[in-house]
């Protein structure tokens, strides 16, 4: 079809794509689209690059109607595959990059296209998709039929482009508000914060098990690993013990320096015995992961760490605190200060994990009793249990 028009794929694109759930099934839909519209595409590859704490960058692979997504890490910086290939072009400024593939004298400059020509297609076009804060992301299209694009089918793509950036950025700034308010908020406070509850003193009541934890030994270690050191065993000892957290269920809401709060709410309609136990799941992991990080920092040379968790159970007031200028997503009351008190008496109690009696009559069975031990600021001496190994 040589003079078919890209027009009903860009109408489609602007007033029903931009309203479809992800990037993913745009981009799936729009290779779609384009396809019946009359562009041989027979293979199409998105790039796009992203802020994220994990990933570096998302790659969309379109072929045979089918899309699949697969996301790069920061070492991919370093690989040869990006290195080497024809998306670092783009990068560093590249507008296009074209190979007629089944021509004898095309150069197979990059290692990629040996295997895209070992697809039989005859053609291949790279192009630049550049965002508005001069992010530049790319896209390429093959096809295999005999004498490849022609003039008409490259301009028709070139008039998409513009229109496809535009609502890929949307959904990029869109992820990446969401992806910045879950790791620096958590997972449901982000979304808390992105249904609107952003003024101060918005919250909820809400019943919760408290998670307090805190690095033992910490000043003595700081002082003897340094700065940088001690900065590595931190990130240790928060993946153990955070990161058992958010594998159970729980909502990481600050780092103290080194000690963390978390919760793990109470769904409606109660669940509580269900809640305590994936609150104690979570302490039985951390200390799993903490033995795993210790026997390879040991091995390393470096020094092992240790840790305390106090869990407690009760209501506390689950919103926005601070400034004007400056808020923060946590919880407040009574039963957020009693976890840190029960939390300190892992020290006097020579035990890793210490939790309440609400807690321990919530899972029930039988737990070995700590005592009862008057806590600051708390009416009644409240007794606690040490967290059993299973």
Known sequence: MSDWSIAPVIDWLMHKGRLMASPVAVVGEICNRVRAAGMPIDRVSFFFWTLHPQYWGNAMFWKDGQIELRRAGPELRRDAMYLDSPVRRIQEGARVLRRRLERSDCPLDYPVLEEIKATGATDWVLVEVVFSNGQRNAVSLATRRPGGFTDHDIAEIEKLLHPFALVMENFTNRELAQTLLETYLGRQSGLRVLDGKIQRGDGDEIDAVIWFSDLRESTPLSEALGERAFLELLNDYFEATAGAVLEQGGEV????????????????????????????????????????????????????FGFGVGLHLGRVLYGNIGTTERLEFSVIGAAANQAARIEALCKRTQTDAVASKPVVNAIGGAWPSLGRFELPGVASAMEVYSVPAA
């Open 253 to 304: 809401l600050r780092f103290i320096g080194d000690a963390s709060l978390a919760v793990f709410p109470l769904p409606q309609g109660g669940a509580r015995r269900e809640t305590c136990q994936r609150a104690v799941a979570a302490v039985r992991a951390a200390r799993t992961r903490a033995h795993a990080a210790n026997e390879r920092r040991v091995q390393a040379g470096l020094r092992s």
